[in-house]
C-alpha cells in the first residue's frame, strides 16, 4: 500500500497552517499563539483572565505562555492589572488597541475548521478524530507540547 497520499495530505495542512502564520504576522503583526491570547481575553468577563486560564486555555507551559503575554504587552495589545491587596497577583486585560486588532482580524483556519466540522455528521467528526489519535500515536508524538497552532514566531 502506498502512503505518499497521507503524507502529502499532512503536508498540505502544515504548509496551510504556516502560510497563515507567516500572512497574520507580516500583515497584523502577530503570532497566532498570540492572537489565540487575544481571543481568549476577548471572549472572557470583563475581557480580563488570569495568566494560568491563559495558559490553560492556549495549553502551553507558563514560561511559553508568559513570553506571548509579555511581548501583547510591548505592542499595547493586552495590561497586566495588579490586585489590590495583592501585587503578586494579575490579571491580563485585553486593551482597547488589542479589541481593534482582533476586529480588524479575519477568520483564521482553525475557526473555519470548527465552522466546518459543526456542520458534519458526529460520526464523520469520529472518524477524523480516530484517524488523527491513530497518526499522532504512529509519529509518537502524543507527549509533544499541544501548541494550539503551529506558532511562526514563538
Same mark, same amino acid.
Given at each position: 500500500m502506498d502512503t505518499t497520499e497521507i503524507l502529502i495530505k499532512i503536508r498540505k495542512i502544515v504548509r496551510s497552517i504556516n /502560510? +497563515?502564520? @507567516?500572512?497574520?504576522?507580516k500583515?497584523?503583526?502577530?503570532?497566532?499563539?498570540q492572537v489565540l491570547c487575544l481571543h481568549y481575553l476577548r471572549d472572557s468577563v470583563n475581557f480580563q483572565a488570569g495568566q494560568g486560564e491563559i495558559r490553560k486555555f492556549l495549553n502551553l507551559n507558563a514560561s511559553t505562555t508568559?513570553?506571548?503575554?509579555?511581548? /501583547? +504587552?510591548? @505592542?499595547?495589545?493586552?495590561?497586566?492589572l495588579p490586585k489590590s491587596g495583592d501585587r503578586r497577583v494579575v490579571t491580563i486585560a485585553l486593551t482597547s488597541k488589542g479589541d481593534t486588532l482582533m476586529t480588524n482580524m479575519p477568520s483564521l483556519l482553525h475557526e473555519k475548521l470548527e465552522e466546518k466540522l459543526g456542520k458534519q455528521e458526529d460520526q464523520a467528526i469520529l472518524e477524523v478524530q480516530n484517524s488523527l489519535e491513530l497518526l499522532v500515536n504512529i509519529l509518537?508524538?502524543?507527549e509533544l507540547e499541544a501548541f494550539p497552532v503551529i506558532p511562526e514566531g514563538e
Open positions: /502560510l +497563515e502564520s @507567516k500572512k497574520i504576522e500583515e497584523y503583526g502577530v503570532s497566532i499563539p508568559s513570553g506571548i503575554i509579555n511581548r /501583547l +504587552e510591548t @505592542k499595547g495589545l493586552v495590561a497586566r509518537g508524538i502524543d
